[in-house]
């Protein structure tokens, strides 16, 4: 019905060039309805928050003399909203009232399950509309092109958020997290940083927020046995691409204790030229001393990592090489040897960090902002 639509409209030509990182479809003098009583016909293909703010002007910059329709693959509009945002962030989600209140103007319309490429060509589209804004974002991953990128419980992190959140396209996500008791994180943006808190977060606080119940559920059920997540970043904590919000609820979380090498933290004359310059940086970097410090046993020659449950490891100058990992699962009731091992190329030194132990799994998630 809905393409019935699309193709009963009039077709208008617009040709299309990229701006920033976008592709619009200019309108040209002959498509434009020559009377003040026509509509201009409007498509929006994505309907994530680009979407809907290119919607928001495009209705307040023409008035009653517009129309425009909302395209997007999926049966439900959001977007990165609904299906990238961490679960324990609900302020955040709010943003979707205001769209709502944006899609309900009887001058425009949605139409879910309609795929470019799929449903309807680009072409058909430029030819039905007099312009035509392709608002959604990258559906794919860069592969980091390291050997065993592919292996078992390695996952994008675009990948892992889709599962937790409740996406179609990763609520089948071969997640395993039976036997894992060591998670490795590549990447310290906020991305990485929800992962590693989603993992970390009480089970009991973490079924009251927005996650979805079928992740919630293997969490709840073979998530306990997660005692370490290391967060692995290519630069030093003076470059982590975080925000001091996002950390300070990471290392603030119940029965954590925090580890973050000496010698990683330690700073450079041009680091702190860069934290005097930006005082996010300032902070982030002091948030995670602070809580590096408080996790720190009062006994330097003490080997233990201290009395309480999980452990948050911060791994600067670290860049993946290799990922390898055992065989996996043995009978019901014994987990057979198995490990994950990263091999490190770092600034100063080359190291292998050992992730796993011999007893139990680790799992691996490779992405996220470095």
């Known amino acids: 019905m809905g393409l019935q639509y699309l193709r009963s409209v009039l077709r208008h030509p617009c040709l299309a060039q990229k701006h920033g990182a976008f592709w619009v479809c200019h309108l040209s003098t002959q498509a434009l309805p020559s009377s003040s009583d026509q509509h201009l016909k409007f498509c929006i293909v994505g309907s994530g928050p680009a979407g809907f703010y290119t ?11 517009i129309h425009v329709d909302v395209l997007d693959r999926l049966p439900t509009p959001f977007g990165l909203v609904r299906s990238g945002v961490s679960p324990d962030h609900q302020d955040t989600k709010n943003v979707i009232n205001q769209f709502t209140a944006v899609a309900r103007d009887p001058r425009a319309s949605f139409f879910g399950n309609v795929a470019l490429g ?20 990258a559906e794919s ?20 958020v889709w599962w937790y959140n409740g996406h179609p396209d990763g609520k089948h996500l071969p997640v395993d997290l039976r036997g894992v008791s060591s998670v490795a994180v590549c990447g310290i943006g906020n991305v990485a940083l929800d992962c590693a808190r989603v993992l970390l977060h009480p089970h009991d606080e973490l079924a009251a927020t927005d996650i979805a119940a079928h992740a ?44 973050a090498p000496p010698a990683q933290m330690e700073v450079s004359a041009a680091d702190q030229a860069e934290m005097k310059k930006t005082r996010m940086r300032r902070r982030v970097y002091d948030l995670i001393k602070q809580a590096a410090d408080a ?76």
């Open 55 to 65: 919607l928001d002007r495009l209705l307040k910059a023409f008035g009653n003399h």
């Open 118 to 137: 799929r449903d309807v060509s680009l072409l058909e589209l430029r030819s039905l509309y007099h312009g035509v804004v392709l608002a959604y974002g």
């Open 141 to 160: 991953d860069k592969k980091l092109g390291v050997p065993g990128e592919g292996g078992r419980n390695v996952f994008s992190a675009r990948e892992f």
């Open 216 to 259: 919630m559920e293997h969490i709840r059920e073979h998530g306990g046995g997660i005692k370490d997540v290391h967060l692995l970043a290519r630069r030093g904590p003076v470059q982590a691409a975080c925000t001091p919000k996002e950390l300070k609820e990471l290392v603030g979380l119940p029965d954590l204790t925090v580890h």
């Open 295 to 370: 996790g720190a046993p009062s006994d330097p020659s003490s080997q233990g990592l201290g009395g309480k449950q999980r452990h948050l490891h911060f791994q600067f100058y670290r860049s993946p090489k290799e990922e390898t990992a055992g065989d996996g699962l043995g009978d019901e009731k014994e987990f057979r040897s198995n490990y994950a091992v990263y091999a490190f190329e770092g600034i100063l030194e080359a190291r292998t960090l050992d992730l796993g132990i011999t007893k139990g799994r680790a799992g691996q998630f490779l992405g996220g902002e470095k």
